[in-house]
């Protein structure tokens, strides 16, 4: 088809007031205009731009009704925060650096999605070789990884991408985030659409057959 708690809440104004020139906002949905913590300014992050969001948002939120939603290298959280916000009935949010984890639990924490939320920190390629399957499987997932890593390490990212399929339904939506410049076929999946917003592109990618992704689980 396409085609919460007192000390969070200080801990979020802190940050905020630091942050005052680069906010982050849910764009819509029952937290429409809430402002959330974007990652610290290290000059490797490349956040989403809020047109692209929108954009992308329009496609997707006729998926997001009761979805299980992967936020993968989720950074502060956006794409899942977004999602919850949309109508997603839970949001697992992937990420390994300390700094974003701590934003990204004040940002749960300001929006008091804490009972939708689930944070797994720590090497994501390692937690889905090793994870067993959820019987709670994810619809959609967003996969927003450093660009970089597409070229220098695409055959850890096709193996992720295998070993994830394990977790999610049958019809499940992946959407690849990468620099528009590259390409990287990841099976079991194959595109079928995609959008491209100045230097990056999304990439829609579903199973080739439902049987593609079953022979995995």
Excluded: W
């Amino acid at each position: 088809m396409f085609f919460g708690p007192r000390d969070g809440a200080r801990g979020f104004a802190a940050v905020l007031v630091h942050d005052s020139l680069r906010l982050m906002r849910i764009i819509s949905g029952q937290f429409r205009s809430r402002v959330i913590l974007p990652p610290e300014d290290n000059g490797t992050t490349r956040p989403i731009t809020d047109r692209a969001k929108q954009s992308l948002f329009d496609i997707i939120t006729p998926l997001l009704d009761g979805a299980v939603v992967y936020d993968c290298f989720a950074g502060t959280g956006s794409m899942g925060l977004e999602s919850l916000s949309r109508g997603a009935r839970r949001a697992v949010f992937f990420e390994a650096d300390r700094s974003a984890l701590q934003r990204l639990r004040k940002n749960i924490a300001s929006l008091d999605v804490a009972e939708r939320s689930t944070v797994v920190s720590g090497d994501l390629f390692k937690y889905f070789r090793s994870a067993p399957p959820s019987d709670d499987q994810a619809a959609l997932v967003f996969l927003d990884l450093f660009y970089r890593f597409l070229r220098e390490q695409f055959d850890q990212l096709r193996r992720l991408v295998l070993d994830l399929s394990s977790h999610l339904s049958d019809d499940a939506t992946v959407l690849f985030r990468h620099d528009a410049g590259d390409h990287l076929e990841l099976p079991p999946f194959r595109e079928v659409d995609g959008r491209t917003y100045g230097d990056m592109k999304i990439d829609f990618l579903l199973p080739h057959d439902p049987s593609s992704i079953s022979d995995t689980h």
